[in-house]
């Protein structure tokens, strides 16, 4: 499986963004995908999740009620929508797909930068 991130970008604060995510190889509407952040200087965190389906999605709290997570099953895509931009909210974003059925995120796309500016 390969993952292509895009759609990063500079943003001022209370902004938008909308991150993208192709996937090849695989089937993709049978795995989770998820989306993680690394900030300079910190860990990566978990941002958001989403099942093979899109019936369930996950998010850490810090994101709830700005963030939306989708898929198209038909495009092999899955979408960040970033809404309500913090400068906390700069990092690179990387998406990930979860192949081995809950236990872990074992396939990762390049990453792409998203800076807020305050």
């Known amino acids: 499986v390969q993952l292509q991130a895009s759609g990063g970008g500079l943003v001022q604060a209370g902004g938008s963004l909308r991150l993208s995510c192709v996937a090849s190889g695989g089937t993709f509407s049978s795995y989770a995908m998820g989306w993680f952040r690394q900030a300079p200087g910190k860990e990566r965190e978990f941002v958001a999740a989403i099942s093979w389906s899109g019936g369930s999605t996950y998010y850490v709290e810090s994101v709830k009620d700005r963030f939306t997570i989708s898929r198209d099953n038909a495009k092999n895509t899955v979408h960040l929508q970033m809404n309500s931009l913090k400068p906390e909210d700069t990092a690179v974003y990387y998406c990930?797909?979860?192949?081995?059925?809950?236990?872990?995120?074992?396939?990762w796309g390049q990453g792409t930068q998203v800076t807020v500016s305050s």
């Open positions: 990930a797909a979860d192949l081995t059925y809950g236990q872990e995120f074992d396939y």
